[in-house]
């Protein structure tokens, strides 16, 4: 009888250590079930300060390097979404100044600018206007040449060279300073909105709007390109930020007052997927443009 109860204690004893090593080695399945599923959380979200960027999943044989995150920057880019070279230009004209050497970087001249058009058609660019992009009347191969702080010089030097080879071209006016010495007047600016030149507006005074209040910002914004509307005939779709200064809150403000698009001096190719953050390729005096296309 005692030999029978201690042969049933044995049992009892070796019954309860197999149920505590299942229940640990479950207990430790389950953990690390946990800790995988957070892993393959944490890997799919990147942090930048207090926000959350998460990437679009995609198949594996998709390049890592074409993800585009979902921040400010722009929805993932798709076949619907063109990258664009946009080239910013200022002044057209012949200028030797070296007191002015700001003014001399941001010359071309007339010889340069014609060499530069050339050569984009024969790389097989065709130049177009956001109004072109807004319709989806995309060549193979487009550019968008634009003109800052609408210069008297763009309607001497740089009108007629793209007339001559039937090319388009935007001009950004600041309101204010129309009409003054050195920038085109309403006539000029009204004949040009007729021959292929899209106008854009600069806001009225060329402010910083970064550091704008919203009620100046949208004064700014909406008087421009209401002012520009009623001098052309043509509806405005596009701004050029002054100085390239924007903020959040600024392009907020431009989509509210119904800005399809809005070009900064960040360097780039613009990507329409962030139609009011697009980016340009500045051209100054010695600028080659070559190295720039064949990206």
């Not at 109860?5 to 299942?22: C, D, E, N, P, R």
């Amino acid at each position: 009888m005692a030999s029978s109860s201690k042969g049933l204690i044995a049992i009892m004893k070796s019954s309860t250590l197999k149920i505590s090593t299942l229940f640990l080695a479950l207990s430790l399945a389950v953990l690390a079930l946990f800790v995988l599923a957070r892993s393959e959380i944490a890997a799919s979200s990147r942090f930048i300060g207090s926000k959350s960027y998460t990437f679009q999943y995609v198949q594996p044989s998709t390049p890592l390097a074409s993800l585009e995150t979902g921040n400010k920057e722009g929805a993932p880019q798709t076949k619907n979404d063109p990258a664009v070279p946009i080239l910013m230009y200022h002044h057209i004209r012949n200028y030797n100044n070296p007191s002015d050497q700001a003014g001399q970087i941001l010359s071309v001249s007339p010889q340069r600018f014609s060499e530069q058009l050339d050569l984009l058609i024969k790389m097989g660019y065709t130049t177009v206007t956001f109004a072109d992009i807004k319709e989806n009347r995309l060549p193979a191969k487009p550019i968008i040449l634009t003109f800052d702080d609408g210069y008297a010089n763009f309607y001497k030097h740089a009108y007629p060279e793209l007339q001559k080879r039937q090319m388009k071209a935007v001009v950004y006016v600041i309101i204010n300073f129309v009409g003054k010495d050195g920038y085109l007047n309403w006539n000029e600016i009204a004949e040009i909105a007729r021959n292929q030149i899209e106008v854009g507006s600069h806001t009225l005074t060329h402010l910083n709007l970064a550091a704008a209040s919203r009620n100046r910002t949208v004064q700014e914004l909406t008087e421009s390109k209401k002012i520009i509307e009623n001098k052309t005939g043509r509806e405005v779709l596009s701004l050029c930020y002054p100085s390239g200064k924007y903020s959040d809150e600024v392009i907020s403000v431009a989509a509210e007052s119904e800005y399809a698009y809005a070009v900064t001096t960040r360097r780039g190719s613009a990507d329409f997927s962030s139609p009011l953050e697009l980016k340009r390729y500045r051209i100054n005096s010695d600028t080659s443009i070559l190295p720039l296309l064949e990206k």
